[in-house]
Structures are given as C-alpha cells and as structure tokens.
T-cell receptor, first 113, second 113 residues
C-alpha cells in the first residue's frame, strides 16, 4: 500500500509570495496533520483535520491555512512568505482523530529567499 | 502541559556498542510516548510507542524503550549499534489542547565503524 505522499518535494519561493503544499494520506486514513520542522529542531504542530473539519491549530500566524478535501487529501497554504518560513513541512495521516499512530510523509522542503 | 526533553543533541557510538538515547517527559496525566526516527532527507518513521500497557516496549529494528514513571523517563536503547542506525531520533508525547504530537529537539546518532 502507498504511504503518505507529499508534493512537491522541494520548492523555492521569494519573500511575500504564496505557497500551496499538498498531501495524500494513506488509503482509509481520515485524519491529516501538518508539522513544520525548522533545521535542527523537532517538528512543530500546525494543523489537524479530521473528516474535513479543522480539529486543532498550533501556534502559527493566520498566514497559515489548510483544508481537507472529500477524498481526505489536504492542502497547506502559506501567504506572505517570510524567510523564517523556510523549513521541512511534514504531513502525517492517521486512521482516527487521535494522534496515537501517525504515519509521516517524506515532507516538502520549502526555501524562502 | 505535556513536554519532552531529549538529553544530548548528538550521540556517537561504535558499531556493535550499546545505543542509549535519553528522553524525559513532563505530563500531568498518564502520557502516551513515542520514538520516531528520521533518516537524512526523509520523513519520520515510528519506531515504537507507549500507550500505558507494558512498560517495556519493543519496536522495529531491534530498538526498545522502557517507561519509568518514577524517573519520568522513556529512554531508547538498542543492544548493538549498526551503521544503518545513523539518523536523528525524536521523542514525542501526545499533548497540547488538541492532543497533537509534541516533539523533543532530537538526538543525532552517529555510528563509527
């Protein structure tokens, strides 16, 4: 079975631009979570969606938004990019709402110049 | 509030030696604890999890961890290191108001031949 997939794998953007990252969960998984991993740090929680509804939001500015589609895939959008948004963005899926067993995708490496 | 602290940002062992990666947790409720591994330029892979059943948890690739409530610890061990174990390891706890994963800062494991 396919694992969690994310696209694109790498992305370079300029300050002030907008970016959209995409995630497809494992088949049958209804929960998708997004994490930001800055170089040298552990991942930080951004959002969780379950059954297409936002179930949790981390301490990130309103420039960050997300949604989940009827097929349970998800998009993370970031507006007005800052240099500090440069990071690996990880998507994780799980069968249920709780984070007891999350499976991570390979991530999207975003570089903001 | 739940949190985890990983002691040692970098651990170096010789091939065949014992691997010990330290994690201490802070939680006001019985915690759910996890160890994830991240190989270079990849996402996170779940090694093992503690969900209040057995205190000694066995995971993949020969790793295990022991939950010690009296020491608020969940250290990761492997009897004999292999070159392929070189990676970054993250301890995590379910916490936050949304029940998301909260990660430590990670420990980079190097294995010398």
């Amino acid at each position: 079975d396919a694992g969690v997939t994310q696209s694109p794998t790498h992305l370079i953007k300029t300050r002030g631009q907008h970016v959209t990252l995409r995630c497809s969960p494992i088949s049958g998984h209804k929960s998708v979570s997004w994490y930001q991993q800055v170089l040298g740090q552990g991942p930080q929680f951004i959002f969780q969606y379950y059954e297409k509804e936002e179930r949790g939001r981390g301490n990130f500015p309103d420039r960050f938004s997300a949604r989940q589609f009827p097929n349970y895939s998800s998009e993370l959008n970031v507006n007005a990019l800052l240099l500090g948004d440069s990071a690996l963005y990880l998507c994780a899926s799980s069968l249920r709402e709780a984070a007891y067993e999350q499976y991570f995708g390979p991530g999207t490496r975003l570089t903001v110049t | 509030a739940q949190s985890v602290t990983q002691l040692g940002s970098h651990v170096s062992v010789s091939e065949g030696a014992l691997v010990l990666l330290r994690c201490n947790y802070s939680s006001s409720v019985p915690p759910y604890l996890f160890w994830y591994v991240q190989y270079p330029n990849q996402g996170l892979q779940l090694l093992l999890k503690y969900t209040s059943a057995a205190t000694l948890v066995k995971g993949i690739n020969g790793f295990e961890a022991e939950f010690k409530k009296s020491e608020t610890s969940f250290h990761l061990t492997k009897p004999s290191a292999h070159m392929s174990d070189a990676a970054e390891y993250f301890c995590a706890v379910i916490g936050g108001s949304q029940g998301n994963l909260i990660f430590g800062k990670g420990t980079k494991l190097s294995v010398k031949p």
